[in-house]
């Protein structure tokens, strides 16, 4: 029954294979609590079949297990913060009430030693209640890391090409992003290099790339590219983005034509966008 449980949880969750291999790639310690959870819980629940309706523990000793399972529950959720959404006062909070969770739970113990278990809980059923948490603790555990690896993986995808004809050229964006929560938005926006700048100047012995990345740099003034279009893109109900973009420009004017994306986050002071980037850039060449 245990196991059906966790089945069906997953179920509901709606994790695919796809995201199991994306979060065991890049959270493997994570998943490794998680599946730790998931086995002492399975063990538990196979443990109990070894004890009869005669075997007894003290009350104390009941709560003590409760406790002990509450806290490692407490600090599942803890060691899995969601990134932009759990705040570390929370985080402190939770570390301290697993904390004390366990104090209790050593003290419980030691009481219900004490006092003996002749008239006490079945240990059957302490044993089971207490598989039920740790699945419980599980399923939210794995639950708050499919949406850890959802909000980290919402970098936006980007396609673009420029085509010219007779000195008008045209410009194909496509771009895309999904697992983006509701706030969430897309910003874009295409810039031109004059030809009038000479790249060899202006670069000297930078990277490419990066000579270009700071003449275009769209927050500052003063920039030599010029401003060609922007827009935004908002995601559907079920967190995807996906837009095509057509615009056409002089091809005699710029020399190269800078694309950029960015997934702007939803965080309790607001949209995050710039402050934790999420970007995508492609730089085409454009023939005169």
């Given amino acids: ?27 493997a310690p994570r998943v490794t609590l998680v599946s730790i959870l998931m086995l002492a819980a399975l063990a538990s629940a ?31 959720i803890a060691l899995i913060p969601i990134p932009g959404v759990t705040d570390t006062w929370a985080l402190v909070l939770v570390y301290i009430l697993g904390s004390l969770l366990l104090v209790a739970a050593g003290v419980l113990f030691r009481l219900g030693f004490k ?52 000195g008008v050229g045209n410009l194909s964006i496509e771009i895309e992003a999904s697992k983006m929560q509701d706030g969430d938005n897309v910003s874009f926006f ?23 990345a700071a003449l275009c740099h769209d927050y500052e003034e ?26 056409v420009f002089s091809a005699r004017a710029y020399q190269l034509l800078v694309v950029e994306a960015e997934v702007c986050d939803t965080t309790k002071d607001g949209l995050g966008c710039g402050l934790r980037p999420k970007r995508a850039i492609l730089y085409l060449n454009v023939d005169p």
């Fill in 46 to 76: 196979l443990a109990s079949l070894f004890f009869t309706e005669s075997d007894r523990t003290a009350p104390l000793t009941a709560c003590g297990w409760f406790a002990l399972c509450l806290s490692i529950g407490a600090f599942s």
């Fill in 115 to 166: 006092l003996g278990h002749e008239s006490g809980l079945s240990r059957k059923l302490v044993i089971i209640c207490g598989s039920v948490v740790l699945l419980s603790a599980a399923v939210l555990a794995a639950g708050r890391l499919e949406t850890r690896s959802q909000v980290q993986a919402t970098y936006p995808r980007l396609a673009a090409a420029a085509t010219v004809v007779k």
């Fill in 222 to 247: 003063g920039d030599p590219c010029r401003h060609i279009g922007t827009g935004v893109i908002n995601p559907d109900a079920l967190g995807k983005a996906k837009q095509k973009i057509s615009t």
């Fill in 1 to 27: 029954m245990l196991i059906a449980a966790f089945v069906g949880a997953l179920n509901f969750l709606g994790f695919r294979s796809g995201e199991l291999s994306a979060i065991l790639r890049t959270e």
């Fill in 190 to 212: 295409v810039q031109g290099l004059p030809r009038s700048i000479s790249l060899d100047k202006e670069c000297g012995t930078w990277q490419e790339d990066e000579c270009i």
